[in-house]
């Protein structure tokens, strides 16, 4: 079992910055994929970012050059530094981790960006 906990949303402008934080426990040692989807109000969940264990990046091409996926490895946490915020990037946000083909999920932060 993996467990994970998100911190780092909220409120800010267009232009602005914000930087997510997800914080994983249990069976982290099987970890092989870190990630971050975000789920827009109608909309279907889509995934944001992505980081392997041997830090292979994939992003989605809506939000590369704006946003940045990182890993403490000793700290088992994964950042999402997003930049140059847009309006459309306002959804829910939630971090997840792969471990022996089992997705988990965290509880989910919400990201709102006003224009």
């Known amino acids: 079992q993996v467990q994970l906990v998100e911190s780092g949303g909220g409120l800010v402008q267009a232009g602005g910055s914000l930087r997510l934080s997800c914080a994983a426990s249990?069976?982290?040692?099987?970890?092989?994929?870190r990630g971050w989807y975000r789920q827009a109000p109608g909309k279907q969940r889509e995934l944001v970012a992505s980081?392997?264990?041997?830090?292979?990046?994939n992003y989605a091409d809506s939000v590369k050059g704006r946003f940045t996926i990182s890993g403490d490895n000793a700290k088992n946490t994964v950042f999402l530094q997003m930049n140059s915020l847009k309006p459309e990037d306002t959804a829910v946000y939630y971090c997840?981790?792969?471990?022996?083909?089992?997705?988990?999920w965290g509880q989910g932060t919400q990201v709102t960006v006003s224009s």
């Open positions: 249990g069976s982290i040692f099987r970890i092989n994929t």
């Open positions: 997840t981790a792969r471990a022996l083909q089992v997705d988990y």
């Open positions: 980081i392997t264990s041997g830090g292979s990046t």
